[in-house]
């Protein structure tokens, strides 16, 4: 089972990830401080409110980050799928 990390806005998108066998976890990403943190999700979804999120996009953890802004549940859970 995958561990994916949701950002704490996005509970409709945790839930069905969840609901479709994701192991799915809140994520704050004003508290994410380090690669270290990201490492132990296998992909994050952020809800693209900010542009450079924490600095994600340079971080050493090369997991995949998925911006939620325009998307539906449904897009997420086929990027993870076709991604993971």
């Known amino acids: 089972m995958k561990n994916i990390g949701v950002q704490k806005e996005l509970s409709t998108i945790r ?14 990403t ?3 401080t380090s690669s270290t943190t990201l490492l132990s999700f296998d992909a994050v979804v952020v809800s693209g409110a900010s542009d450079n999120i924490m ?7 090369k997991i995949p980050v998925i911006n939620a802004d ?10 993870l799928n076709r991604t993971l």
Do not use: H
């Open 15 to 28: 839930d069905y990830l969840s609901d479709n066998g994701y192991k799915v976890f809140e994520v704050d």
């Open 30 to 32: 004003t508290n994410i």
């Open 55 to 61: 600095g994600i996009d340079d971080t050493e953890a």
């Open 70 to 79: 325009g998307l539906t549940p449904v897009d997420i859970l086929d990027q």
